[in-house]
């Protein structure tokens, strides 16, 4: 019961890091989800949602509020460190995770890389 407590404690504080964006309009706009733009803060990454397609998006660099260029997304410092801490692959067709050898049957993450846990913990 306690341990459930202490994970809420630290996921809230958590998103009030996440409340560092680059600037207030980003944050409003983030948080009501009113315009098409979307944080992933697992990767790290900005996307414009596209019209028409489905979970179609484009990567920003920018924000179209304030100009501040983003940090660098950690897309490919994700899979590479799944790879080679936990030797844990994505297949980039249907986007499930898998061990080498076991294409089959699909890996459940380590709980630090399904949040932004795992890049703050080292501090990327
Ligand atoms: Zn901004």
């Known amino acids: 019961m306690s341990g ?3 994970e809420t404690y630290r996921e809230k504080d958590m998103s009030k890091k996440n409340n560092e964006q680059c600037c207030k309009f980003m944050q409003v706009f ?8 979307y944080y ?9 949602c596209l019209r028409g397609v489905k979970e ?7 924000c179209p509020w304030c100009g501040k260029k983003f940090l660098p997304s950690l897309v490919e410092v994700y899979l590479e460190t799944l790879d080679k801490a936990f030797n844990i692959l994505m297949c980039p067709y249907t986007r499930t995770y ?7 049957t699909e890996v459940d ?5 399904k949040s932004a ?6 501090n990327l």
């Open 4 to 6: 459930g407590k202490k």
């Open 30 to 37: 983030l948080d009501e989800g009113s315009v098409g733009i």
């Open 40 to 48: 992933d803060p697992v990767i790290r990454g900005y996307f414009i």
């Open 56 to 62: 179609g998006k484009q990567v920003i660099y920018h």
């Open 98 to 104: 898998f061990k080498p050898g076991q294409e089959d």
């Open 109 to 113: 993450l380590p709980e630090e890389f």
């Open 117 to 122: 846990e795992w890049w703050k913990k080292r």
